[in-house]
């Protein structure tokens, strides 16, 4: 996948100057060979075969067949090789939650790493969707888990494809007084953030502990219902009223 | 209609081992179109992948594709 273009200038930085507008290229990135130097300078640019580099070809011959209009441009030359797209309406890339970008970077993967023996992984994102996704499921996660330890009661997160419930998991691994599991069947699979005192000692098949000794509701304003805690559908809590117990099931990891 | 061959033919032409042998052909339907892909026997387990893991990362590539022009597109392996 070497790409080669020859242009000439006025004098030869002109040259290569116009060879990296056409490419989309920083200088750093190609092999120039002067031609010509004087009259006309002529030079063959060439584009150095790097990992990002084929990447980001892979990554802008794709977007040009999907008929997608976008700058794609390499935001990580290493570790890991991160491409980002750029451009107006692509929420069809990105797709419900990140699907579709998340299949696109697949394709992406499987093209670049065929018939090669130095695999590496490839992330590809668009206008920095999935750093943002990530940090909001990453503040959705501790919120949830601080009213699990304070309410002393089980926590449903919404539904979410497998990546985001790993990022759960990995973000409450080291929060105190509570644990997490996922349950149900794709795509309704969601994270359930348990409070250690419905989990220590205690099988999770078993029937939930008798209520919290303070009956009395001690809940805070700070964990009222929000958006995003739990699907629109189904069981519905009220703020002030008691949150419905449901037997938990068999714990196992997403 | 948009032709959706091109974009089928890209990507897996770029992970056969044996991309003489792909041929790609459209069946036009009203609103939902069928890419129907012929390969040689050794590579319909890699565009498949593991648990068809491949080809609906494949398809979910396409359906975007023809999302925007408010079409559908099954892609399959004949």
Do not use: C
């Not at chain 1, 080669?4 to 990135?29: F, Y």
């Not at chain 1, 794609?72 to 451009?87: K, Q």
């Not at chain 1, 409450?172 to 599991?181: F, H, K, V, Y």
């Not at chain 2, 068809?52 to 099954?74: F, P, Q």
Request: net charge negative; charged share 35%.
């Amino acid at each position: 996948m070497t790409t080669s273009i020859e242009t000439s200038g006025a004098t030869v930085d002109e040259a290569i100057e116009r060879a990296l507008e056409e490419l989309e290229e920083a200088r750093e990135n190609v092999e120039v060979e002067v031609l010509e130097d004087a009259p006309q300078a002529r030079v063959r640019v060439t584009l150095r075969e790097t990992y990002a580099g084929n990447a980001r070809l892979a990554v802008m011959e794709l977007l040009s067949k999907m008929g997608i209009v976008a700058q794609v441009y390499v935001r990580n030359v290493e570790d890991p090789v991160t491409i980002d797209i750029a451009g107006q309406d692509l929420g069809v890339l990105i797709g419900w939650r990140g699907e579709t970008l998340r299949s696109f970077q697949a394709v992406v993967n499987l093209i670049i790493n065929e018939g090669r023996t130095d695999r590496r992984r490839v992330i590809v994102d668009v206008e920095r969707y999935r750093l943002r996704r990530e940090e909001t499921v990453r503040e959705m996660a501790l919120r949830l888990a601080q009213r699990a330890r304070r309410s002393g009661e089980r926590v449903l997160m919404d539904p979410m494809p497998a990546y985001e419930r790993r990022i759960v998991h990995v973000t409450l691994d080291a929060e105190p007084g509570i644990r997490t599991e996922s349950q149900g069947e794709e795509p309704n699979r969601r994270v359930v953030i348990w409070p250690d005192a419905a989990a220590a000692g205690r099988r999770p098949t078993e029937t939930p502990p008798a209520a919290a000794p303070e009956a009395t509701p001690r809940r805070s304003f700070a964990d009222r219902p929000r958006y995003g805690d739990r699907a629109r559908s189904g069981e519905r809590v009220r703020f002030g009223e008691p949150r419905p117990t449901t037997e938990p099931p068999p714990a196992d990891e997403s | 209609m948009e032709d959706y061959t091109g974009l089928v033919t890209y990507i897996v032409k770029a992970i056969v081992s044996k991309p003489e042998a792909v041929k790609v052909a459209m069946v036009e339907g009203e609103r939902t179109h069928r890419v129907e892909l012929t390969l040689a026997p050794e590579d319909v387990g890699k565009v498949i992948g593991r648990g068809g893991r491949n080809i609906d990362a494949i398809r979910s590539v396409v359906r975007a594709a023809a999302l925007k022009n408010h079409e559908r597109v099954m892609v399959e392996i004949v």
